[in-house]
Antibody
Framework: EVQLVESGGGLVKPGGSLRLSCAAS????????MNWVRQAPGKGLEWVSS????????YYADSVKGRFTISRDNAKNSLYLQMNSLRAEDTAVYYC??????????????WGQGTLVTVSS | SSELTQDPAVSVALGQTVRITCQGD??????ASWYQQKPGQAPVLVIY???NRPSGIPDRFSGSSSGNTASLTITGAQAEDEADYYC?????????????FGGGTKLTVL
């Protein structure tokens, strides 16, 4: 059974930093691209960042570029998101999601339960 | 970057058919995928590709696409289908491959 379990969320002051983790199990982690998607309270889904299976390709949404860093450790089956210079608008539930892209068909097939990040003084 | 546009809210009578649409330039290059999200829960993939359902998704859910518009159809809506629905695709604008979500459609089953 595929499982994605996020951790590391919490309350942080504006300008502060936080590191999120996602522990993966039930599949060959090193074979899949992984992603972070967030959802502000009462709002829709927003893609944040993606990392390819071997970390060769990394992409960020414009809203977090230069402040967030995605990484992974295939030996530990873990995905990370280092968040710096946090702003109030970064307050959201952050989901870890596995993605699949085959012949132009791309989708997020498994999601974690999310971890809440609150940026407030 | 590209955008995907969805109607904010749609309602359907119990047992009737409802279509939820998603429009955007990226849909000319990539299929949409669709996610169901109930309050307090993580999104769940319901449709991907031309019209594919993951294991466990009822066959009353179907997808279609034409030009820059993708549609999710629920045939014979059930009370448990009341949820927010999001479309999603890759975004090939610019120099890199990002992802884009629609703003979501809140489905009410009457």
């Amino acid at each position: 059974e595929v499982q994605l379990v996020e951790s590391g969320g919490g309350l942080v002051k504006p300008g502060g930093s936080l590191r999120l983790s996602c522990a993966a199990s039930g599949f060959t982690f090193s074979s899949y691209s992984m992603n972070w998607v967030r959802q502000a309270p009462g709002k829709g889904l927003e893609w944040v960042s993606s990392i390819s299976s071997s970390s060769s390709y990394i992409y960020y949404a414009d809203s977090v570029k230069g402040r967030f860093t995605i990484s992974r450790d295939n030996a530990k089956n873990s995905l990370y998101l280092q968040m710096n210079s946090l702003r109030a608008e970064d307050t959201a539930v952050y989901y870890c999601a596995r993605s699949v892209c085959t012949n132009g068909v791309c989708y997020f097939d498994y999601w974690g339960q999310g971890t809440l990040v609150t940026v407030s003084s | 970057s590209s955008e995907l546009t969805q109607d904010p809210a749609v309602s359907v009578a119990l047992g009737q058919t409802v279509r939820i649409t998603c429009q955007g330039d990226s849909l000319r290059s990539y299929y949409a995928s669709w996610y169901q999200q109930k309050p307090g829960q993580a999104p769940v993939l319901v449709i991907y590709g031309k019209n594919n359902r993951p294991s466990g998704i009822p066959d009353r859910f179907s997808g279609s696409s034409s030009g820059n518009t993708a549609s999710l159809t629920i045939t014979g809506a059930q009370a448990e289908d009341e949820a927010d629905y999001y479309c999603n695709s890759r975004d090939s604008s610019g120099n890199h491959l990002n992802w884009v979500f629609g703003g979501g459609t809140k489905l009410t089953v009457l």
